[in-house]
């Protein structure tokens, strides 16, 4: 089963301002990065019950950059 990921406003944010952060630093830096954050999003889709850490909240690093990925698992009926 595929589960959607919905990213916050506030965490989008702060994706772009780490982007931003490693762009200035390295091009290639922050192209790393931005991988980083797919994969996670498709590890996300895939097994959204990794790591958990506190009740329904969980949290998955961000490989090679230090980055917490904070999620919580909500039940959407449609």
């Given at each position: 089963m595929v589960f959607k990921?919905?990213?916050s406003k506030r965490a989008?944010?702060?994706?772009?301002n780490a982007i931003a952060y490693y762009s200035?630093?390295?091009k290639?830096?922050?192209q790393k990065f931005y991988?980083?954050?797919e994969a996670?999003?498709?590890k996300l889709e895939t097994n959204p019950y990794f790591q958990n850490r506190y009740k329904e909240f969980r949290a998955i690093p961000?490989?090679?950059f230090h980055f917490l990925f904070s999620i919580m698992?909500?039940?959407i009926n449609i």
């Open positions: 990921v919905i990213v989008q944010q702060e994706i772009e200035e630093i390295n290639s830096l922050a991988n980083s954050v996670n999003y498709k961000l490989r090679n698992l909500m039940k």
